[in-house]
């Protein structure tokens, strides 16, 4: 007869699990936790504690043993995660490196990942601007992938509710399509982007705005609770904040679901599937690895929400087979994995500017200066291509020194820096479209340190974003040239896809079970005691950058099931 042991059971049985403790994960654990379920949050990565686990935070430039430059070898060795801009001497300890955590490209794709408490939270460039019915109601209006089975109405308090909690940067700018939040003043744009965003409206009636950003500008009473600073604009956020400036799970949400006492972290656990009974119809818990000891052990509860990152997401659900769902948990539409978009960054232009050479700044804007919200095909259809892009815009004096003359004049010359020319960049976002042909799926031969089926990856781009893409270069050429701007390089950089880091979809929402994965609340249509409330879950991408949406739908979801929980017990 086998032996149970009945208290280890009930040691690993708790209210609610988490997989993932990065943007989407922290937020469900914290919300959960406030609202009294007891919570285990399983993290595949090594714990990282805010200030204590930042050990580049405070160097100095000349402190890092290759001046802040990856080695070569660690370049060689990581050919995808060294592609990412933000892989430097400073912050290489949050990435995934390559060799590490093995995938399977069917097409090239450039998957950049953060594997510890805090995930991606991190390292992200903070950029948060809100989704609007514009981009909930584009694929029924534009006529791909499927309906969305929510509307911005249904989502805007939660917004509400994330950014007055994470602290957002930002200017009421009175945008149907990009709509306001509940902001922090706005970090202000410099003397050039302040001109180029009269120009363009005045010249174009579009518009250029402080980017929106998840920095304390002036923090208020509950980012002072959460033992937060305002930020002090040094502009080394990737290598984790000291003050909180910025909003990352390791800062704000994790601690605070952790303060209430409800919640039990447990990092170095990769979980390997959900745990689906035939005969109670539901998920009962998930299987964990443990990376160190990599002993598989079970654990339980009521309901599951599942923020391991959009792909990280898909591997777990095509992972959970049972004899109901072989083809992987809530499998019936047949579209688990597929639909798969990201946001296309593949473009940029730069330029020279001439006149404002009373205007000084030493370059310390941490919301990186100015955004563009889409202009093409709001109000109707007026290109050769679907949807839209956005664009960042940043002006910048860099400072010069002369390399003339030997001896004490050179080094007196290399020591005297002088402001350089004004120059400005932009940079596109642009919306792709989901499609079935663009899928993830479990390779069928090839596995990872723990045993777990490798995530095969086949994405591609394209004629919409081309054509999308050469749009945009054309647009902003013509917005630069008629702004005055020299020497104009537009510039296209043929990435793969991946490196702009928004992968999203493959569980995608929808009304019909038929042809999607998750009802309104966010639910398994067919195991709805299973809640994703991450990436995985977009029905389409729009540009916007997408991790403020993550963090709403997170804490919507959390709030439905809590209230469905009540209903049943009263
Ligand atoms: C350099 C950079 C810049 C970015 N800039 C922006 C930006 O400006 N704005 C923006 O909105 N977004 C930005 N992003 C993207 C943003 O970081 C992600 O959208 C966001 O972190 C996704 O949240 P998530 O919870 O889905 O995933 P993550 O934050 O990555 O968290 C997922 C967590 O799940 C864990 N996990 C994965 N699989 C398992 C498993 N099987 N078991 C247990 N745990 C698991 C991971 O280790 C990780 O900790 C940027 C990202 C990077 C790297």
């Not at 970090?187 to 982007?193: D, K, Q």
């Not at 310390?364 to 290109?383: C, D, S, V």
């Not at 050469?470 to 008629?482: G, N, V």
């Not at 249509?525 to 879950?537: E, F, I, L, M």
């Amino acid at each position: 007869m086998a032996f149970l042991n009945i208290d280890s059971v009930k040691e690993r049985t708790f209210d609610a699990i988490v997989i993932g403790s990065g943007m989407s994960g922290s937020w469900a654990a914290k919300e959960l936790g406030e609202k009294g379920l007891k919570t285990l949050v399983l993290e595949r990565g090594r714990d990282v504690k805010h200030i204590k686990d930042y050990p580049t935070t405070n160097l100095y430039p000349w402190e890092f043993p290759h001046h802040g430059v990856i080695p070569e070898d660690v370049q060689k060795a990581n050919p995808i995660v060294n592609r990412c801009y933000a892989f430097g001497e400073d912050a290489a300890h949050f990435f995934v490196k390559d060799a590490e955590h093995p995938y399977v490209q069917e097409k090239p794709f450039d998957w950049i990942r953060g594997y510890q408490v805090g995930g991606k939270s991190l390292l992200w460039a903070r950029q948060t601007q809100r989704w609007s019915d514009f981009d909930f109601e584009g694929p029924a209006r534009d006529g791909f992938a499927v309906d969305w089975p929510i509307r911005y109405k249904d989502i805007a308090p939660w917004y509400s509710h994330v950014e007055k909690f994470a602290g957002i940067s930002g200017n009421r700018d009175g945008l149907p399509h990009l709509p306001d939040g509940e902001f922090l003043p706005a970090f202000p744009l410099n003397a050039v982007e302040s001109y180029f965003s009269k120009h363009v409206k005045t010249k174009y009636s579009r518009d250029v705005i402080s980017a929106r950003c998840a920095h304390l500008s002036k923090p208020n009473p509950i980012h002072l609770q959460q033992g937060r600073a305002q930020c002090q604009e040094r502009t080394l956020c990737q290598r984790g904040c000291p003050f909180g400036g910025y909003f990352s799970a390791n800062s704000s949400t994790m601690p605070w679901a952790l303060k209430t006492g409800n919640v039990t972290l447990r990092p170095f656990s990769v979980v390997e599937s959900i745990i689906y009974n035939e005969k109670l119809g539901k998920a009962t818990g998930v299987r964990v690895i443990d990376t160190n000891t990599k002993e598989a052990i079970d654990y339980h509860a009521d309901v599951i929400f599942l923020n391991a990152a959009a792909l990280n997401s898909n591997l777990v659900l095509l992972n959970s087979t049972s004899n109901r769902f072989p083809n992987g948990l809530g499998n019936d539409s047949g579209t688990l994995g597929k639909y798969v978009a990201f946001h296309n960054y593949s473009a940029h232009i730069s330029a020279e500017v001439e006149g404002f050479e009373e205007w000084a700044t030493d370059g310390r804007n941490p919301a990186g200066g100015g955004y563009i919200p889409r202009f093409r095909n709001l109000h109707k259809q007026e290109t050769n291509f679907l949807r839209g892009y956005g664009a960042g815009l940043s002006a910048y004096r860099g400072r010069t020194s002369s390399g003339e003359g030997i001896g004490d004049e050179l080094k007196q010359n290399l020591a005297k820096k002088d402001l350089g020319p004004w120059r400005v960049g932009s940079h596109m976002m642009g919306e792709t479209i989901p499609k079935e042909s663009n899928y993830v799926a479990l390779d069928k031969s090839k596995k990872d340190p723990w045993g777990i089926p490798q995530l095969k990856i086949s994405v591609d781009y394209d004629d919409n974003d081309a054509k999308m893409k050469a749009d945009y270069l054309a647009q902003l050429t013509e917005m630069f040239t008629s702004a005055g701007f020299k020497n104009i390089k537009g510039e296209s950089d043929h990435r793969a896809p991946g490196l702009d880091i928004h992968e999203m979809g493959g569980v995608r929402m929808g009304n019909d079970p038929k042809t999607s994965m998750l009802d309104k609340w966010h639910r398994l249509h067919a195991c709805q005691n299973v809640y994703v409330t991450d990436g995985a879950s977009m029905t389409s991408t729009s540009y916007q950058n997408p991790s403020l949406t993550y963090m709403a739908f997170a804490a919507r979801a959390v709030d439905h099931y809590v209230g469905e929980k009540k209903k049943l017990n009263s």
